[in-house]
């Protein structure tokens, strides 16, 4: 077994040093031009395309697609979906199909290798900045002019600040993300509203409120913790301090980035230590001194916190609308019937009523030998059709009227009787994801609330509604960082990051007392934070320079 | 020392009635011997046992966490769903054809390679010594492998298993390590009365080596039913896919790699059933589990006793 790991590592090591020489070695490629002549490439693709129009290419049209098979809906070939796409657009898809357990190793390997399918979907920012030197990948900004939906949802949404974290040194962007017309926060806690009701309490709405809550359930049950977390993995406790941290108008958890920007001083700063930081780990680190929040929460497995909620040793917990509706509930049915579980409202701190989710998510790399085919153009009209029109979109996520969706006589869709999917429909024998391949996690991105919340239940859409009255974050303004300087951060960061991730956990968890806050400043420093702030500081100034706005 | 002591106190045990009895020193060796091995016994069995009472268990057993060693609610529910899947069944009959064809070709160039390099007087032997060291040291790289395995037009067939991995580098020094321990009397011998160096191989030397081959067949066949990294690399199609990616894609998978920042695409949150995982391990783990006592047999008693005389 050992051997086997050594020779995995070396392997992995081996590759990466592969990867970095392959990368040096091409990244003296041409640059496209703007306004190009794309004549030679249009062959299928439709003369007059635009926002609202069927897309169908005027040739039958394959397109190698990476594939992620979802362990849940493993992929099949004959999904309606496939079927249907093609009947109406002229385009097969050409799948490479990769386990979605492994998904990023292949994707790696097969962009390296020089082998990678024409379109790339589900890669989450800022994974592709891995590629962009290697030259394999198209810079997608160059062609979004193909793109007439994607520029309308872009310029409808006013998405462009949000575009532009996503630029590269050379003020391109690589990926083309999922589009939200609305923040989606899905995550917060959930409470066992029973107890709430036996001990004639509201539902927490400040961060304030949920300590009082905590310690009023902890007075009812000493022996209980009334918190104990999951989603400790692969970042300690990653949604509950990134929630603490965006109500104190800070970084941390899932949602850590090292530098966070100063509105105040124009300025980024080092992120673990912000002062806004420090109150995040002070009202943590309260709620485990005084036993409302389980130490282990940090470190348990996801099952383990379930455990304890189903057993009745606690009664919060993190969640978002799947876990509360697939876990919490059918466990807690089936040890205290008389439990009741629901999604508490995002709590709010400091910070007030903000909405912190992105509106992008995880998109679409285009590999660059795309370009150099006959059907570019047709492809690019493919692909701003499915995933950026509402056509697309309603087609991708609800399927095919009369087989997995009924319209009625107001409009509204609604699954057929038969079709299952997230449990919407229990009686249903045929499964909206498995048997037909609609809703799949490859396709689906993004949209109009109506149809990002398509599926979701009442209480769901009641919960949304509120975080959508809030205002969203304000995004941080781009640094858009060049090859060397990428690197020298890579060097930096991950240190920085080990480093402010355990201490925050001891001054948690009471291990370190707050009183050497100052001793930890000092020694963030020996972390280069200086160096590395400068170099953030300096090129999100290039950036405005070079876009004044 | 104890062991010495041991294995004189066997000889002599097998040998004459005069000391019936085994020495203190053999029987409290004994004892701490079997105290051990039984400690090993339960760790390696508990975890097993216990996958197996999960995949009997109901999945609300499975959620408290109250199933060890005897299945709660004992159900069959979930063998009846996995065994349901078409591609279950495919994958899993791709995986005995890969363990079967790959181990054969691995055997067969193991052996070869092994006996050649285990001749003393053959010219050139340094090199090819040398050129199989090489390997256990350095490595092509990721990308490299699979340009390479690509580029010969292997991706998407069997071939990309079995010949990469067709010469364990380990497999093959014990090999010749045990060919260079075989009594050169016996080829000689061999050689006088007449018969060629195939001949010698295969009628002399092979016959006299079930142990090792035994041995090898069983590590190659292991360590083929269970990889699934090549398959990952090479096959684009599922259809291709040996059952250890089936399970892994089960079980790593349903974690999630996506949990970045807590955006998760919205499709992705089905979760899979405990249970199913837990039976989709048994059945996996159970074949390849099988084939040792069959195997085992090879290794009670050494060949090599009394094969040279004087």
Request: glycine content about 6%.
């Amino acid at each position: 077994m050992l051997r086997r790991y050594r020779r995995r590592a070396a392997m992995v090591a081996a590759s990466v040093l592969s990867l970095t020489l392959a990368l040096t070695a091409c990244s003296s490629g041409e640059e496209p031009q703007k306004g190009e002549d794309l004549s030679a490439f249009r062959v299928g693709a439709m003369e007059k395309y635009g926002v609202g129009d069927q897309f169908k290419a005027t040739e039958s049209l394959k397109f190698s697609t990476m594939m992620l098979s979802n362990a849940a809906y493993p992929f099949k070939d004959d999904w309606l979906f496939l079927k249907e796409l093609t009947k109406r657009t002229n385009i097969t898809i050409d799948p490479v199909v990769i386990p979605g357990s492994d998904y990023n190793q292949k994707r790696g390997v097969l962009i390296g290798a020089g082998d990678a399918p024409f379109i790339i979907p589900k890669t989450y920012h800022p994974d592709e900045n891995a590629f962009i030197a290697s030259g394999a990948i198209l810079p997608v900004s160059d062609y979004i002019d193909l793109m007439p939906n994607f520029k309308d949802k872009v310029a409808r949404n006013k998405l462009e600040p949000e575009l532009n974290q996503f630029r590269a040194a050379d003020g391109k962007f690589y990926l083309l993300p999922g589009l939200h017309e609305k923040p989606w926060q899905d995550y917060t806690l959930a409470m066992r509203t029973d107890i709430l009701q036996q001990l004639n309490l509201q539902m927490p709405k400040t961060w304030d409120e949920v300590y009082t809550t905590l310690k009023a359930m902890k007075t009812a049950y000493p022996d209980s913790y009334p918190l104990s977390d999951r989603f400790s993995k692969p970042t300690p406790g990653g949604n509950l301090i990134n929630l603490v941290s965006i109500a104190y108008g800070t970084r941390g958890g899932w949602g850590y980035q090292p530098m966070t920007y100063d509105a105040s001083t124009k300025k980024f700063v080092v992120t673990g230590a912000m002062p806004q930081y420090k109150q995040m780990l002070e009202f943590l680190a309260k709620l485990v001194k005084e036993g409302l929040l389980d130490p282990e929460s940090f470190t348990q497995a996801d099952d383990a916190a379930r455990q304890k909620l189903a057993n009745g040793k606690s009664f919060a917990i993190s969640t978002n609308a799947q876990t509360l509706v697939n876990e919490y509930r059918p466990d807690l049915a089936k040890t205290i019937p008389a439990a009741k579980m629901s999604k508490i409202l995002l709590p709010i701190g400091p910070t007030g009523e903000v909405n912190p989710a992105s509106r992008l998510e995880s998109g679409i790399m285009i590999s660059k030998k795309a370009r150099d085919s006959k059907n570019f153009v047709a492809m690019m009209q493919f692909i701003d059709w499915l995933w950026y029109s509402d056509a697309g979109q309603e087609f991708a996520k609800w399927g095919v009227e009369g087989v997995t969706y009924q319209k009625d006589s107001s409009g509204k869709f609604k699954l057929t009787p038969d079709v299952n999917v997230v449990g919407l429909n229990p009686a249903g024998t045929k499964h909206m994801q498995k048997d037909f391949g609609f809703y799949n996690g490859v396709f689906v991105y993004g949209g109009k609330p109506e149809i990002v919340q398509a599926f979701f239940s009442a209480e769901e859409q009641e919960f949304q509604k509120v975080m959508n009255a809030r205002k969203p974050v304000a995004v941080d303004p781009p640094y858009p960082l060049t090859d060397e300087e990428r690197e020298q951060v890579t060097l930096w960061e991950t240190p920085l990051k080990d480093f402010v991730f355990a201490q925050s956990l001891r001054f948690i968890l009471g291990q370190r007392p707050m009183t050497e806050w100052d001793a930890y400043l000092t020694e963030l420093k020996g972390k280069n934070t200086q160096q590395f702030v400068d170099l953030v500081n300096k090129a999100a100034d290039r950036y405005k320079t070079a876009h004044p706005s | 020392m104890i062991v010495a002591e041991a294995r004189e106190s066997v000889v002599q045990h097998r040998t004459g009635p005069r000391r019936a009895r085994p020495t203190r020193g053999y029987r409290v060796f004994q004892v701490v011997n079997a105290v051990i091995l039984t400690g090993v016994v339960v760790a390696t069995l508990y975890p097993f046992v216990n996958i197996v009472a999960r995949s009997f268990s109901e999945e609300h057993y499975l959620i408290m966490g109250e199933v060890n060693l005897v299945p709660r609610g004992f159900s069959t529910a979930a063998y009846k769903y996995v065994t349901a899947d078409p591609m279950f069944w495919t994958n899993y009959r791709n995986t005995v054809v890969y363990t079967v064809v790959s181990t054969f070709i691995a055997i067969v160039l193991t052996t070869t390679y092994a006996y050649v390099l285990s001749k003393k007087h053959l010219r050139g032997r340094g090199v090819l010594i040398g050129v199989a060291m090489l390997t256990l040291f350095f490595n092509g790289g990721l990308i490299p492998n699979y340009v390479l395995v690509s580029n010969l037009g292997l991706t998407n067939s069997i071939w990309a298993i079995a010949l990469p991995n067709a010469i364990s580098v380990f497999n093959l020094l014990v090999m010749k390590a045990f060919f260079e321990s075989l009594p050169v009397e016996l080829e000689e011998a061999a050689a006088v009365d007449g018969l060629s160096t195939y001949g010698i191989l295969w009628r002399i030397v092979l016959p006299l080596s079930k142990a090792v081959v035994a041995t090898m067949v069983l590590f190659y066949a292991v360590s083929f039913w269970n990889s699934w990294f090549s398959a990952f690399l090479y096959m684009d199609q599922q259809d291709l896919w040996p059952v250890t990616m089936y399970l892994r894609n089960l079980i790593a998978g349903a974690t999630g790699t996506d949990m970045t920042a807590g955006t998760i695409a919205e499709g992705d949150q089905l979760q899979v059933a405990a249970t199913i995982q837990s039976v989709t391990i048994v059945l996996t783990v159970l074949p390849i589990l099988l084939v040792y006592p069959f195997i085992q047999r090879y290794f009670v008693s050494g060949v090599m006793i009394g094969a040279v005389k004087g």
